[in-house]
């Protein structure tokens, strides 16, 4: 009998570990599926998704939607297991769907069911689960693998398992408190793979003598562009928070990345804020001189009143060079120009992210060229197969992490079981 032993009961362990033995049974073999989890119980970073709800997946589904040194293998193996199999894979499990404007959400908006669902799913393929193991180290033993295990990341006294094929899901390094503790690297470097360098994405940015400090607590919309030695790298816009140490929301989660990759060169990095990205410059301008024709008297913190939140003018007016009480008549043409290029070119010095700690996901990974993009076996090491955040792909917010760990962990899963491995 084929033993598998998935390392990780996260989204790619849980849907691998169903895939291999839903696909056992449909070939009348006979395997073992084991999960290895160090936490207390598989999946629990789905509990957190989605803020509750676990954005499953999105409509808008394409390699486009994904970082990687290599986004060309992305696309193939969303071909072979994209949103519509997956979706397929949870109504199977009693998981009936909903979308809200392309994103896609279990009907009962609880991430918590989804998790329980995986959790009796796999009970009932007869998946063997062991949580509160940490996985030491792996090793190749021929043709098979010896494990080390513990009780705890502490513990001295460790158990030994033996597997003919090996699923590595162990996440990133994202939110370690819920699990992904970056172990997972080791381990696959020490079955020879290398990495693209790893940092926190989807995460807030940190600003170097914060001058939007006043304005913590906004939200506002708007649009924040990354630039590393002065090239854009990435620009989103939607609703911006400013917070005491720098600046969050989803745009802000949509470039992290390249300030985190460009951090992590010790590239400067700077970030531009477009307070008004809906109006044009001129659209701007001409309201500002209608107001001058009018002789109206108001100065101008009272003219902006209409357009941005209160307490984001004073920022806005000092890095203008302005006076708050400057009389809108008094308004000269360098002064307008000046004021205008702040609202839409609001400049931040990006000193750090918030880490890993903070992070959604991790960029960077185990190299994609060293995975069978058909099958998710290491090119490295025959028999170990690779799924999910481990691995060099970090997805924009709206489902596409959890898609990429639905993908990668179902091929692993379907492909160890079958015979045609390179063991
Ligand atoms: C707060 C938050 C919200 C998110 N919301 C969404 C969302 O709505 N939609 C979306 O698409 N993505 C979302 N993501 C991202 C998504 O959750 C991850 O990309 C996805 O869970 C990765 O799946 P994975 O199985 O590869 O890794 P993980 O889910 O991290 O699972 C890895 C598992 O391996 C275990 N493990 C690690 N090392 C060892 C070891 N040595 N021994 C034993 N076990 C080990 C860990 O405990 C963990 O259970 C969110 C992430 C966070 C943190």
Known sequence: MKKIVIIGGGAAGMTAAAAAAQNSRRANQKSEIWILEHKDMVGKKILSTGNGRCNLTNEVMNSDCYYSENPKIIGQLLDKFGPEESLQFFREMGILVKSKNGYYYPRSEQAAAVRELFQIHLEHLGVKTRTNVHVKSIKKDGCAFM???AQSISAKETLSIKADKVILTCGGM???????????????????????????????????????KRAAGVRTDGMVSIYENHKLMGADTGELQITEYGISGIPVFQVSRHAAKALHYKHPVRAE????????????TAMLRYRQKR?????????????????????????????????????NEPLLQS?????????LTISDTNGFAHAQVCAGGVRLTEINASTMESLRCGGLYLAGEIL??????????????WTTGYLAGLNAVSDKSRT
Request: aromatic share 6%; hydrophobic share 40%.
């Open 339 to 347: 004021l205008v290029h702040t609202c839409r070119h609001f400049p």
């Open 147 to 149: 494990i080390h295990a």
């Open 273 to 284: 804020i477009d307070f008004l990205p809906e109006l044009s410059s001129k659209t701007m």
């Open 174 to 212: 994202a939110s370690p408190v819920l699990g992904s503790d970056g172990s997972g690297y080791a381990l696959a470097q020490s079955l020879g793979h290398s990495l693209v360098p790893v940092v926190p994405a989807l995460v807030q940015l940190r600003v170097r003598n914060n001058p939007l």
């Open 392 to 405: 060099d792909a970090d997805g924009i917010c709206g489902g596409y992490n959890l898609q990429w760990a």
């Open 295 to 331: 002789q109206d008297n108001s100065c101008i913190s009272e003219a902006l009143l209409g357009i941005f939140n209160k307490k984001l003018i004073p920022c806005l007016l000092k890095n203008a060079g302005m006076k708050p009480d400057l009389r809108i008549s008094e308004l």
